[in-house]
């Protein structure tokens, strides 16, 4: 069936970049949206992105889309302890139009 | 301002007992979901809805009950037959096909 995985955790300090990675398994993926959740809280979209497109960016954020490996990755450019949080990783399939999430990974930003 | 509202934000229930999650949204969505979060997991699917007085069973959907009587409400009931229901419940709202998720602030279920 569909699958979507993520790294459970990962270390950086502040100023430094972030990339948090991500594979799916569904080639029908056509959208590929990253979240963000901050403890006790729900899930905040930070950006998305479309099947035709390789890269998106948003001030800080890049995202980076290979769809031939079904790889996306988000990066954090000049990380912040207030970055700290649980990014998901979520695959829609145009097919079947459900939302697959993955495991979510945790960032932990040191000062 | 428009935005989803769940309540209560925490939850405590004896075991046996059926206990209703409340999910509110006032941005005129046609979609409505029901994810359930356990630690180190990903989100997992419990119902949806897609239009008023219409839904479907998601991935987990066992032990659990819905419903769409209005386009701003989808209550989450769960009930006696779920066997672990202590997790994070967390809804959702979308305007339908490609268009992104909106979610709520969650509810922490306990059930002791």
């Known amino acids: 069936g569909e699958d979507v995985e993520q790294s459970l955790f990962l270390s950086v300090r502040e100023g430094d970049s972030s990339v948090i990675n991500c594979t799916y398994t569904d080639s029908s993926s056509t959208y590929l949206y990253w979240y963000k959740q901050e403890p006790g809280a729900g899930l905040q979209l930070l950006t998305y992105?479309?099947?035709?497109?390789d890269m998106k960016q948003d001030q800080r954020l890049t995202v980076l889309l290979n769809k031939k490996d079904k790889h996306l990755s988000l990066r954090i450019a000049d990380t912040q302890t207030g970055d700290s949080a649980i990014y998901f990783c979520a695959a829609g399939s145009s097919n079947t139009g459900k939302l697959i999430f993955g495991q979510g990974t945790t960032l932990q930003v040191k000062p | 301002d428009g935005g989803i509202t769940q309540s209560p934000k925490y939850l405590f229930r004896k075991e046996g007992q059926n206990v209703t999650l409340s999910c509110e949204q006032n941005l005129n969505h046609d979609a409505m979901y029901w994810y359930r979060q356990d630690p180190g997991q990903g989100l997992r699917l419990i119902y949806y809805s897609q239009i008023v007085n219409d839904f479907q069973k998601g991935d987990i959907a066992e032990g659990y009950s819905v419903s769409r009587e209005m386009k701003e409400s989808f209550p989450l009931t769960v009930t006696s037959a779920q066997k672990n229901p202590t997790a994070f419940y967390l809804c959702a709202s979308s305007i339908g096909g490609r268009s992104p998720l909106h979610f709520g602030n969650g509810t922490r279920l306990t059930v002791t």
């Open positions: 992105i479309f099947s035709n497109m």
